[in-house]
């Protein structure tokens, strides 16, 4: 009855084409540095006698790094990849693959294939991030005033990374946000507030991973740098007013030196002519005298 109807062989190669792949999806995984992460497969109760392979892309090149079979009714499990030198680990009830001290050189993307008389390959895109970096504020305003709302500019700043964002927080709606595909160049962003009120202000530096908190402490920015202003102030300023007194002293008394010099020299130099007249008076008066016999 069912001799009548045969499949054509293209017909057949292509199902079979679109079997294998019917498997095949792309999952995203972001994990941070240094720790242990799992790509799930989203699997469960994988044939027992299932042929498990996983490869990771390199430079366009698909390597093989886990090579899991039963041979002769005993589980073979071979990590072929230098690169993942005792940090990788299979379960084959799963599928899933656990990496541990995972770095950000193990970011891109894996596949999972598995062969049980037909084969389904599956996709994951890794994603590894560094901790992100703690924010700091300071206060940028370029004229000082005795008033605290006037004088205060706070200027949040964060080393950059991959996908690093950097946002401040009024309580907690997000008021302003930056980002830079350039991680080689800090992220700035300043909090265009013209008044700041009595809310709570806080700079949040932020990767799909980790994020770090600072809150605004308005008087360590704000105050200090304006009390460190008016200390300079005052402190020139009171070096000024004892410097000035002391200079004019200086000053009479080197006049005074002077003066008292410019006398001296003269009246040594009249004590020496009036010395020189009378020992000329005295030479004449001398050879003048009668010999006395």
Request: charged share 25%; proline share 3%; aromatic share 8%.
């Amino acid at each position: 009855m069912f001799s009548e109807y045969r499949i054509h062989p293209a017909l057949l190669h292509l199902l079979y084409c679109l079997l294998c792949s019917a498997g095949e999806e792309t999952v995203r995984l972001q994990e941070l540095e240094g720790n242990t992460g799992t790509i799930h497969t989203g699997l469960t109760g994988v044939q027992s006698d299932a042929h498990i392979l996983w490869f990771y892309r390199s430079e366009n090149v698909d390597i093989k790094i886990v090579n899991s079979q039963i041979i002769r009714g005993e589980i073979i499990t071979d990590y072929d990849s230098e690169r993942f030198r005792d940090r990788l680990q299979l379960n084959r009830n799963s599928g899933s693959l656990t990496i541990r001290n995972i770095n950000r050189e193990d970011s891109g993307v894996y596949k999972l294939q598995i062969i049980t008389g037909t084969s389904s390959v599956w996709s994951f895109s890794v994603d590894v991030y560094a901790p992100v970096s703690k924010p700091v504020i300071r206060n940028q305003a370029e004229k000082r005033s005795a008033s605290l709302r006037e004088s205060c500019s706070p200027l949040c700043s964060v080393e950059n990374g991959k996908d690093v964002s950097l946002s401040w927080y009024e309580e907690k709606e997000r008021i302003s946000s930056i980002s830079s595909s350039d991680s080689s160049e800090r992220l700035y962003l300043p909090l265009n507030k013209t008044n700041l009120n009595n809310s709570t202000y806080t700079c949040v530096a932020a990767n799909p991973v980790s994020s770090q908190t600072t809150q605004l402490n308005i008087t360590n920015i704000c105050c200090k740098s304006v009390s460190g202003q008016n200390v300079k102030r005052d402190f020139f300023t009171s070096l000024a007013a004892v410097l000035t007194p002391v200079g004019l002293f200086v000053a009479l008394s080197l006049l005074f030196v002077w003066f008292w010099k410019k006398k001296k020299k003269k009246q040594d130099s009249e004590d020496a002519e009036l010395n020189y007249t009378e020992v000329k008076t005295l030479s004449r008066n001398s050879r003048a005298a009668p010999e006395v016999i």
